[in-house]
C-alpha cells in the first residue's frame, strides 16, 4: 500500500503544488517524514498512539504540501 501510494502521488506530482520544484517538495516531504518520526518516537511505548500521530502527521502534512 505504501508503494502504491507513492506511485500515485509520483503520477499527480504537477497537480498538487508540487510544481515549484523537486528540491523544494523533497524537503517538504523530508520536513513531514521526519515530523512524523519524531512523533513515533515521543509515543513509542504506546503502539496504536504512535500509528495514530505519525499517520495523522503524514495526511496532514503531505495534504497541507499540496494544496498550498
Same mark, same amino acid.
Given at each position: 500500500m505504501r508503494i502504491g501510494w507513492? #506511485? *500515485?502521488?509520483? +503520477?499527480h506530482f504537477d497537480e498538487y503544488?508540487?510544481?515549484?520544484?523537486?528540491? +523544494? $517538495?523533497?524537503? &517538504? %516531504?523530508? $520536513? !513531514?517524514? !521526519? %515530523?512524523?518520526?519524531?512523533? *513515533? =518516537? #515521543?509515543?513509542? +511505548?504506546?503502539?496504536?498512539?504512535? !500509528?495514530? !500521530?505519525?499517520? /495523522?502527521?503524514?495526511?496532514? &502534512?503531505?495534504? *497541507? /504540501? #499540496? =494544496?498550498?
Amino acid at each position: 500500500m505504501r508503494i502504491g501510494w507513492l #506511485a *500515485w502521488l509520483v +503520477r499527480h506530482f504537477d497537480e498538487y503544488g508540487y510544481s515549484q520544484g523537486l528540491l +523544494r $517538495a523533497s524537503i &517538504g %516531504t523530508l $520536513a !513531514v517524514l !521526519v %515530523t512524523a518520526a519524531l512523533g *513515533w =518516537f #515521543a509515543l513509542h +511505548r504506546n503502539r496504536p498512539a504512535a !500509528v495514530a !500521530v505519525s499517520g /495523522l502527521i503524514c495526511a496532514l &502534512g503531505i495534504g *497541507w /504540501l #499540496a =494544496f498550498h
